[in-house]
């Protein structure tokens, strides 16, 4: 049987991302944290905050992610981003500001904002780095070593940039055998060795062999595979074709999932005054 995608965004947060999965997450987590932090993780708490619907799976703009609490109490939200949707530094950055709003409460005070580390996982070139990896944080511009806060921490890792990795150190690297497990098109024989050193990654593997027997599941993966193929298709074919009327329907369909405008003029290429009265419009139905 051919293998699921590990990094269907569906299947990704149901073998990695459920209460039971802290094993698997935390041994990921402190493989792309090992470039930041000096000491590893040692608990997590898995936070599941939302109903996983096939409304949900299917609609083509939602993100499923990945969200938990360190020992510390440092939030961590992890996204998986196949296709470029455009300006990916400036989701993150929305994506970030929206778990650190989450850590205050009314009467609470700014010292107890929880630090918030995003981790993108993206299937095409993004930065114009050589590195697979890149993280980030806030320093001064002229003082490179001072940090104004460590509230702030982005990660971005490029799939496409460690396909093309030549000599992957899966026996020494953890990170790269998290990789090497996430790519679908690693060869068998591989992938058995990547599965057989890290117990977590067996643990993974073991669940995502049980989803895939799973009808149910089976059924919200494929609708979240089809969501995405349609969505890219019908924006490729509307700007190949130059059609404003077909790019006008699917700004549209965005507005009405509560898709920010100014997404939406990056995805349709629409004018954002035009964008803002198609904006009125959907408000008004």
Sequence with gaps: MKRLNPLNDYLFQKYLGEKGDEEQLLSFLNAVLKRTRKNNLVAIEIIENRKITADIVG??????????????????????????????????????????AKGIEAGQTYDQLANVITINIVNYEFLAIDDFHASFHLWEDCNKDFMLTDALEI????????RRLQGKDIKGDSLHRWLTFFDKDTPAEILEEVISMEMAIQKAHEKM???????????????REMGEMDYASGVSHAKREGRQDAMIEVARKLLKRKTPVI???????????????????????
């Design 209 to 223: 062999a049980f989803l895939s027997s799973d009808p149910e599941t089976l059924r919200m993966y494929e609708l």
């Design 263 to 285: 997404y939406v003029v990056e995805d349709t290429g629409l004018d954002e005054a035009f964008v803002n009265k198609l904006q009125s419009e959907v408000d008004a139905l």
């Design 155 to 162: 990660h971005f890792i490029d799939m496409v940039k460690f």
């Design 59 to 100: 609609d083509k703009t939602s993100i499923l992610d990945i969200r938990a609490k360190t020992a510390d109490g440092t939030r961590v939200n992890i996204e998986v981003q196949l296709r470029n949707v455009g300006k990916m530094d400036r989701r993150s950055l929305f994506y970030w500001s929206r778990e650190f």
